[in-house]
């Protein structure tokens, strides 16, 4: 059942009849086509080198994330995650960047003198992070306007040693110490430059430029990698996951730092995370911790992991290529690669298909850290834990779809990731499609409204094959009528209507029966 509360209402004037005559008058339809929501934006907590502290930043490449985050860090799984997710097929993505507070990560920063030897103006990194150490900044004459004005020149070293090692710079020409000029130092550095800023007040004397040499920010630091209270956040100050609380839309949760922790320190998040998703009618991708490795560690700690229809976990982890350790194996968590999986999977197939099987291959994933065995596989499936193998041939793919409500001895429903994301999927998009019957007459009219859109929306996924049964009848059935709204709901405002569909399940057991028979003697 959904019940709506009242949002909008829109009102189109009639035409005005004065002579005889035909008249035309356009009515727009009282529900809206219903469109389907994306369903693989996949939102990343975790600690990396640089960027905004606990703010939602959205990306759609990894170079995206390179300019905004810093790319990979040796010492950031939760980079690591972002950038298998693009590389198995991940195209959107929501990122929160949160650290620990001891010692709280600081910004790099410099003095940048005037020409009596007193301070023009402080430099800092534009987020903290001992990133900030690698920026330079240079003054300059105006090469543009002479006079009192003057350019800066920043960059962003990868390698101090190295001068040919800039990864980015940024030039400000004619800039100003004239608060009232429209190239104000301060204005324009702090609206425009990805590196830094400028803090305080600029003291009205112009920086010096004879002799200035080329400052380096100091003093940058990352502080600790972020602990369980850093990475659940709290709901007033919009931290750790709740920095997404004001994003729109995100459908899938990832948050690689499980993979280092222990698992007693892991425990609060998942319950955290598994709620948040809940609420947000979103799908929680788990790590296992870093101290759960074994096949016999993994049955234990999945009995404390929860039984949530809007979660799963897929063991084990896998080795993949370094970039930064001259492509060496290492070990990383596979949330990021599985949510790439996903999100490859729903475009090639749909959401209702499981991303796993012969197609379900792991892009750059060049070993496992555990080879299951067939019986291994079996007793970790039937326990609700995904499996990742590796086939000869077919080489390393996933190899389960199960939800943590997925353990044999629970019969859920919802056993099946397919059957729930498509759930999510559909109800996410009713909600938001259906938001214009709000303060329409409640009546027979607007009842059939919605169920032509519904239809028509339902209609459009059992065409797509998204669900069971060779005719619409059998596929799905939406009922909106006196049945489903009372009068007494109608007298509470209340518009209420059911929504059932016959979700395609995975043939997850195929089944080969051979008998033999006798040979029948033939006669002559």
């Known amino acids: 059942m959904v019940a709506l509360a009242a949002v909008s209402l829109t009102v189109t004037a009639p ?95 410099a003095d940048i003198q005037d020409g009596s030897g007193g301070v023009a103006f402080e430099v800092h990194a534009r987020s903290p992070g001992a990133w900030g150490n690698l920026i330079r900044v240079r003054v300059h004459d105006s090469t543009s306007s002479p006079g009192d004005r003057f350019d800066l020149v920043i960059s962003l070293t990868g390698d101090p040693a ?82 997404l609380d004001d994003v729109d839309l995100f459908n899938i949760l990832c948050i690689p730092r499980l993979a280092t922790m222990l698992s007693t320190d892991a425990r609060d998040v998942i319950a955290a995370a598994i709620d948040y998703c809940e609420g947000r009618k979103a799908f929680f991708i788990i790590d296992p911790p870093g101290d759960v490795a074994t096949p016999e560690e993994m049955k234990s700690w999945v009995k404390d992991a929860g039984s949530s229809a809007n979660a799963a976990v897929y063991y084990p982890r896998m080795r993949v290529a370094d970039p930064l350790d001259d492509h060496q194996f290492r070990s990383v968590g596979p949330s990021g690669t599985i949510a790439g999986l996903y999100a490859r999977t729903d475009v090639t197939r749909g959401v209702w298909k499981a991303a796993a099987g012969t197609e379900a291959a792991l892009v750059n994933v060049s070993d496992l850290e555990v080879l299951l065995t067939n019986g291994e596989n079996g007793i970790l499936n039937s326990l609700g834990i995904n499996c990742l193998r590796d086939f000869p041939v077919i080489g390393i793919v996933c190899w389960g779809a199960r ?18 994301r498509l759930a999510l999927f559909i109800e996410e998009s009713l909600i ?63 518009v209420s209507f059911y929504v059932g569909f016959a979700p395609l399940k995975p043939a997850e057991f195929s089944i080969l029966k051979i008998d033999w028979i006798a040979a029948v003697p033939t006669t002559d």
């Not at 004065?18 to 975790?46: D, L």
């Not at 939800?403 to 729930?420: F, H, I, K």
């Not at 909106?480 to 709204?485: G, K, N, Q, Y």
């Open 403 to 420: 939800t943590l409500a997925g353990n044999d001895q629970m019969g859920s429903e919802w056993r099946y990731v397919p059957v729930r």
């Open 432 to 494: 938001r499609g259906t938001q214009s019957v709000a303060l329409e007459p409640n009546d027979e009219t607007l009842w059939a409204q919605i169920r032509l859109n519904v239809g028509a929306f339902m209609h459009s996924l059992f065409r797509q094959g998204a669900f069971q049964g060779s005719t619409p009848k059998d596929a799905y059935f939406v009922k909106c009528d006196a049945e489903t709204t009372t009068q007494s709901d109608i007298d509470q405002g209340i």
């Open 15 to 109: 035409v005005r009849v004065t002579y005889p005559g035909v008249y035309v008058e356009e009515v727009p339809g009282r529900v809206g086509s219903i469109i389907g929501v994306s369903t693989s934006v996949t939102a990343f907590v975790g600690a990396f080198s640089r960027g905004p502290l606990d703010e939602a930043v959205q990306v759609f490449s990894f170079q995206d994330f390179k300019r905004e985050f810093g790319g990979l860090a040796a010492d950031s799984e939760a980079s690591y995650a972002v950038y298998q997710f693009f590389l198995n097929g991940g195209s959107q993505a929501w990122v929160v960047r949160t650290a620990g507070d001891d010692p709280a990560p600081t910004a790099a920063f």
């Open 162 to 243: 190295k001068p040919s090692s800039t990864l980015r710079t940024e030039e400000f020409l004619g800039l100003s110490v004239n608060e009232a000029d429209v190239h104000y130092v301060k204005t324009v550095v702090n609206e425009t430059s990805r590196l830094i800023r400028i803090d305080g007040l600029v003291n009205g004397n112009r920086p010096a430029v004879e002799g200035s040499p080329q400052e380096e920010l100091t003093s940058g630091a990352d502080g600790s990698p972020p602990a369980t209270a850093d990475l659940i956040g709290e709901i007033a100050c919009k931290t750790g996951i709740h920095a």
